[in-house]
């Protein structure tokens, strides 16, 4: 009967040790994807930002030496981030396959100008500094003129910033969800010990004695379900990166070591707090007041 008692007694145990490592595991997971997501919404912003083009038109008259010396001022300005020349015979091509027939054929000419698509960098896609850029590059006579698309920048920004303000505000929310989620796991793992915590205490053992071994416990406990939550973190970064390699998740380390870092420091600290506040609550009790 007392075997069977303790294998009973075990099994609760290890269920219990079990369901504490998995929630805390799950939660820092969870928690260390969103701080992902707000370090990166910066560079998803700026990837969108970027395929915005500023596109030059070219008189007829351009010649090819005015063009070239064009390109290699765009590519030594600070605000390019790329350029790309589109002959018109290209240009007269791609929209003939965009129409679905040759539209020359009955104009009898080329109306399409050669031109230069400018991607800019990040940090100058806004409405004044792109309409300044596009002031400057129109003092050149061999320029016809420039066009952007005014209104989706605008847009763009606005969104840019209401987006990343709800992330700080979820972020912040869902933090707060995580450490109570974590706490309330520890505080049903010292409540199955409440028994075992105030017979420590009747005779004579005291209250720093009394938590260490628990607080330990939840320590390494904490510690393997952050192991998980890494891991967890690890294969998600991998797959975004192999899906979206153009945004370079995994060549920011040191952002990443951060949030490793960050998950590590969370889950040990909620792990030691939490159980520090738990057993302490219970060593304050009066027997009586163990069955309610």
Same mark, same amino acid.
């Given at each position: 009967?007392?075997?069977?008692?303790?294998?009973?007694?075990?099994?609760?145990?290890?269920?219990?040790?079990? $369901?504490?490592?998995?929630?805390?595991?799950?939660?820092?997971?969870?928690?260390?994807?969103?701080?992902?997501?707000?370090?990166?919404?910066?560079?998803?912003?700026?990837?969108?930002?970027?395929?915005?083009?500023?596109?030059?038109?070219?008189?007829? $008259?351009?010649?090819?030496?005015?063009?070239?010396?064009?390109?290699?001022?765009?590519?030594?300005?600070?605000?390019?981030?790329?350029?790309?020349?589109?002959?018109?015979?290209?240009?007269?091509?791609?929209?003939? *396959?965009?129409?679905?027939?040759?539209?020359?054929?009955?104009?009898?000419?080329?109306?399409?100008?050669?031109?230069?698509?400018?991607?800019?960098?990040?940090?100058?896609?806004?409405?004044?500094?792109?309409?300044?850029?596009?002031?400057?590059?129109?003092?050149?006579?061999?320029?016809?003129?420039?066009? !952007?698309?005014?209104?989706?920048?605008?847009?763009?920004?606005?969104?840019?910033?209401?987006? $990343?303000?709800?992330?700080?505000?979820? @972020?912040?929310?869902?933090?707060?969800?995580?450490?109570?989620?974590?706490? $309330?796991?520890?505080?049903? @793992?010292?409540?199955?010990?409440?028994?075992?915590?105030?017979?420590?205490?009747?005779?004579?053992?005291? *209250?720093?004695?009394?938590?260490?071994?628990?607080?330990?416990?939840?320590? *390494?406990?904490?510690?393997?379900?952050?192991?998980?939550?890494?891991?967890?973190?690890?294969?998600?970064? !991998?797959?975004?990166?192999?899906?979206?390699?153009?945004?370079?998740?995994?060549?920011?380390?040191?952002?990443?070591?951060?949030?490793?870092?960050?998950?590590?420091?969370?889950?040990?600290?909620?792990?030691?707090?939490?159980?520090?506040?738990?057993?302490?609550?219970?060593?304050?009790?009066?027997?009586?007041?163990?069955? !309610?």
């Amino acid at each position: 009967m007392a075997a069977s008692f303790e294998k009973y007694q075990r099994r609760r145990l290890i269920s219990s040790y079990f $369901s504490v490592v998995i929630s805390i595991g799950l939660v820092l997971f969870l928690l260390g994807l969103l701080g992902i997501l707000v370090i990166n919404t910066q560079k998803v912003a700026d990837h969108f930002k970027e395929q915005i083009a500023l596109t030059i038109y070219l008189k007829d $008259s351009a010649k090819e030496i005015e063009i070239d010396q064009l390109e290699k001022k765009l590519a030594l300005a600070d605000y390019t981030k790329s350029t790309n020349f589109v002959s018109k015979e290209e240009a007269a091509k791609e929209y003939s *396959k965009e129409i679905g027939e040759d539209f020359m054929g009955f104009l009898g000419y080329n109306p399409l100008q050669n031109h230069i698509d400018v991607f800019l960098n990040a940090d100058f896609v806004s409405q004044v500094k792109v309409a300044e850029i596009s002031r400057d590059i129109e003092e050149s006579d061999f320029i016809d003129e420039t066009t !952007y698309d005014k209104p989706l920048i605008g847009l763009l920004n606005e969104n840019i910033q209401r987006i $990343s303000f709800w992330v700080l505000v979820i @972020s912040g929310i869902f933090t707060f969800i995580a450490v109570l989620l974590i706490n $309330s796991s520890i505080r049903l @793992s010292v409540y199955s010990k409440r028994f075992v915590i105030k017979t420590m205490q009747m005779v004579g053992a005291t *209250k720093g004695f009394i938590r260490r071994p628990f607080i330990w416990k939840s320590v *390494k406990l904490g510690f393997i379900g952050i192991v998980l939550a890494l891991v967890g973190i690890s294969f998600v970064l !991998y797959y975004l990166d192999k899906s979206f390699d153009e945004l370079g998740i995994l060549e920011d380390l040191m952002n990443i070591g951060l949030v490793y870092g960050a998950v590590l420091l969370i889950g040990i600290l909620i792990t030691w707090i939490s159980t520090y506040f738990a057993t302490q609550r219970f060593l304050n009790l009066k027997t009586d007041e163990l069955y !309610y």
